[in-house]
């Protein structure tokens, strides 16, 4: 019986296991969005959540927890500087969205696994000017008719034309 075992195999040994989550993580944090299969996802959601609750933390001994699970202290610093301080806390960092169509080999369900707040959409915070220094509005100039711009073609060929001859 299975009691009080959680996690899946996924039927690799647990050092294969290991390899697989440390190298997706990275995946993840890398690129923010990744496909695989959703028992993999699931299991991955576990790593991240735990991986972004350090970077929360932002102190000595979670950067070198970080870094048993990462080994690349890029990946700690962009983890810690630009990821991490997107999120407030209380969980929820990723997001699961299921596939329509199967894997083609083996038919295995499909997922995207991102992150829910990606890099693009995080709005950046902007100082707005002083009332003071605030700059009037731009007034936008009415639109040529065509008459005006080939009146203003005309124009300018004359003008060519005169510089050419002197």
């Known amino acids: ?10 039927n690799r040994s647990s050092s294969h ?25 699931k299991e991955l ?6 991986l972004i609750t350090l970077a ?6 979670a950067r070198r927890q970080a ?6 202290h890029q990946m700690v610093q962009r983890l810690f500087d630009e990821i991490g301080p997107r999120f407030n806390g209380g969980g929820g960092y990723t ?3 299921k596939l329509s169509s199967p894997r083609k080999g083996d ?5 995207i696994i991102e992150l829910t707040k990606l890099a693009g959409a995080a709005p950046a915070p902007a100082e707005e000017p002083k009332a003071e220094e605030k700059p009037a ?29 002197d």
């Open 137 to 165: 509005p731009k007034k936008k100039a009415a639109p040529k008719k065509k008459a005006e711009k080939a009146a203003d073609k005309t124009e300018e060929k004359a003008e060519e034309a005169e510089t050419k001859e």
């Open 1 to 10: 019986m299975r009691h009080r075992k959680s996690g899946r195999k996924l």
């Open 45 to 50: 959601r576990k790593v991240i959540d735990r």
């Open 95 to 97: 997001r699961i969205i």
């Open 56 to 61: 929360l933390k932002n102190d000595l001994h």
């Open 17 to 41: 296991r290991k390899a697989l989550f440390r190298n997706m993580a990275k995946a993840l944090l890398t690129y923010e969005s990744i496909r695989t299969t959703e028992a993999k996802a």
């Open 107 to 111: 038919c295995a369900p499909m997922v």
């Open 67 to 72: 870094y048993k699970v990462l080994n690349s």
